[in-house]
């Protein structure tokens, strides 16, 4: 039950991400993060680090685990530099 909830309450702000260019990569441990941040953005890409929402993963089972343990989790959007400096471009 708490998982519809979440799915629902998060959604839209998911949506809005991937509106933006934004492409979820991956959930990754807390502590873990900062070198996926590095390898990302020597790569040429935009790095947005958002609290992990257990509805988001892909394996419906492991949701209450991670669910049990969300603050230690954060979820890797990334999109390409290029695209961040059109969005700025289109907004002026």
């Known amino acids: 039950m708490v998982a ?15 509106k933006e260019g934004w492409t979820r990569q991956f959930t990754i441990e807390e502590h873990r993060v900062s070198e996926y941040v590095e390898v990302y953005e020597s790569l040429g890409h935009e790095v947005r680090v958002e609290p992990m929402v257990p509805s988001e ?25 290029q695209h ?3 969005e700025r471009v289109l907004k002026k």
């Not at 892909?58 to 949701?63: K, R, S």
């Open 57 to 81: 993963l892909d394996m419906e089972e492991c949701q209450a685990c991670y669910a049990a343990e969300c603050d230690k989790y954060r979820t890797i959007y990334t999109r390409l530099k």
């Open 4 to 18: 519809k909830n979440l799915t629902q309450a998060n959604k839209p702000k998911r949506t809005q991400l991937e």
């Open 84 to 86: 961040a400096e059109n």
